[in-house]
Every structure is written in structure tokens, then in C-alpha cells.
């Protein structure tokens, strides 16, 4: 097998009630970060107990998960913008690192 370079990025993970996703995203936009992928968060367990994507009759109580990979430089930005977000609703962010095999997508 060829050995392969990787590259050091940052994941960011952040869990976000679907009506306030469009929010994010344009500032995501905004802060120029260079991709981001949004998922439907199906069922979850936190502070406020269980809940079930198929259980909710609207979107309203719907969480998404927004995953973006960045260049460290970048994050703290990245994080402040995501915060004045968060600091009016539920979510929840995480960040890690990981290794890409294509860095000039980030």
C-alpha cells in the first residue's frame, strides 16, 4: 500500500436546533470558511432527556449537526461567531483534530 501524506486540520462539530440552521450557515459563510457539511440529527439523549426525529411533529424541536474542517488559525473566529449563535438556544460544539489527505480543500 503507498504511503500516504496527511495534514493536520481542526474538526468542528456543532449540534444546532434545524430552525436556526440557515442562521449558522450565513455566518459560516460570512467568516469565509471554506466547506461545511449539515446532517439530520435522528435521535439524541442530553440534559433535557431522549428525544426522536420521527417523534417531533415539525422541524421545530429537529436538531441538525454541521461538521466544518478548518485551518487551526482560523478557529477561534470560527468559535466566537458559532457562539453568539448558541448563546440564544440549545447546542452543543465540540472540536478535534484530524488529519486530511487533501489540504487545499481547507
Excluded: C, H
Amino acid at each position: 500500500m503507498e504511503n500516504l501524506t496527511t495534514y493536520p486540520k481542526k474538526r468542528l462539530s456543532i449540534i444546532i436546533e434545524e430552525p436556526f440552521l440557515n442562521r449558522l450557515l450565513d455566518i459560516l459563510d460570512t467568516l469565509d470558511v471554506p466547506g461545511y457539511t449539515a446532517l439530520p440529527a435522528v435521535a439524541g439523549k442530553g440534559k433535557s432527556g431522549s428525544w426522536r426525529r420521527d417523534a417531533l411533529s415539525s422541524n421545530v424541536g429537529g436538531m441538525v449537526q454541521v461538521l466544518v474542517v478548518l485551518d487551526l488559525e482560523k478557529v477561534p473566529g470560527v468559535l466566537q461567531a458559532v457562539r453568539s449563535v448558541l448563546d440564544r438556544q440549545i447546542g452543543i460544539v465540540s472540536l478535534s483534530d484530524v488529519e486530511v489527505l487533501r489540504p487545499e480543500l481547507f
